[in-house]
């Protein structure tokens, strides 16, 4: 229950395409869904999240959608470009106790010129 | 503002040997994690802190692996003795409480031989 499932393992995009990667949970605990995103050698930085209150979350060329009833979630790059090249988590937290962060197994993107 | 620092970046062990890393988290932040990731996987959370005490140990083979962040500042993660499969970066990140974004240092890549 305390999983948080990811999908693609790899994706490769044009530039200029839409990147999208998924995610599904079961705890319904979960009230906080942010994405990361690592470079090789760095470690994840936060890219974008959402809590359950919204539907949709957009920053720049990235959005999140969240379908609560379906308990799943997705990251949309638009206009993917080669910098976005990296690997992307989801991840999921809960309300109670100390909130322990979650992550989904990751999918690696690449962005072809 | 300086991010979370580790030390060391790169650690290559015998098995059976000992290893600890260095983690400074972000001044001010309350809530140190260290998380294990292994290559091709999401980072797993070992062990989180509130200040200087454990909130969730649940993850950490306290058989081998130990942590401690003495005065709620610095905090240092050992394994002893290392086995083939503690092979991995070794996350270390940091919140002002739980529950708030999470800011993850580069890690420390342990290879066991």
């Known amino acids: 229950q305390q999983q948080v499932k990811q999908s693609p393992q790899s994706l490769i995009v044009q530039k200029g395409g839409i990147s999208i990667i998924n995610c599904a949970y079961e705890n319904t605990a979960f009230d906080?869904?942010?994405?990361?995103?690592?470079?090789?050698?760095?470690?994840?930085?936060?890219?974008?999240?959402?809590?359950?209150?919204?539907s949709e979350k957009k920053e720049g060329r990235f959005t999140i959608s969240f379908n609560k009833s379906a308990k799943q979630f997705s990251l949309h790059i638009m206009d993917s470009q080669p910098g976005d090249s990296a690997t992307y988590f989801c991840a999921a937290s809960g309300n109670t106790g100390f909130q322990k962060l979650v992550f989904g197994t990751g999918t690696r993107l690449l962005v072809s010129p | 503002e300086a991010g979370v620092a580790q030390s060391p970046r790169y650690k290559i062990i015998e098995k059976r040997q000992s290893v600890a890393f260095?983690?400074?988290?972000?001044?001010?932040?309350?809530?140190?994690?260290?998380?294990?990731?292994?290559?091709?996987?999401?980072?797993k959370l070992l062990i989180q802190f509130q200040?200087?005490?454990?909130?969730?140990?649940?993850?950490?083979?306290?058989?081998?692996?130990s942590a401690e962040r003495l005065k709620g500042v610095d905090s240092t993660l050992k394994i002893q003795p290392a086995k083939l499969e503690d092979s991995a970066v070794y996350l270390c990140a940091s919140s002002l409480e739980p529950g708030a974004v999470a800011f993850f240092g580069p890690g420390t890549r342990l290879t066991v031989l």
């Not at chain 1, 995103?37 to 919204?54: E, H, N, S």
């Not at chain 2, 200040?51 to 692996?65: C, I």
């Open chain 2, 22 to 43: 260095w983690c400074n988290p972000i001044s001010g932040h309350a809530t140190l994690y260290w998380y294990q990731q292994i290559l091709g996987q999401g980072p």
């Open chain 1, 32 to 54: 906080y869904f942010p994405w990361y995103q690592q470079f090789p050698g760095k470690g994840p930085a936060l890219l974008i999240a959402i809590r359950p209150d919204v």
């Open chain 2, 51 to 65: 200040n200087n005490g454990v909130v969730d140990d649940s993850q950490l083979p306290k058989d081998r692996f």
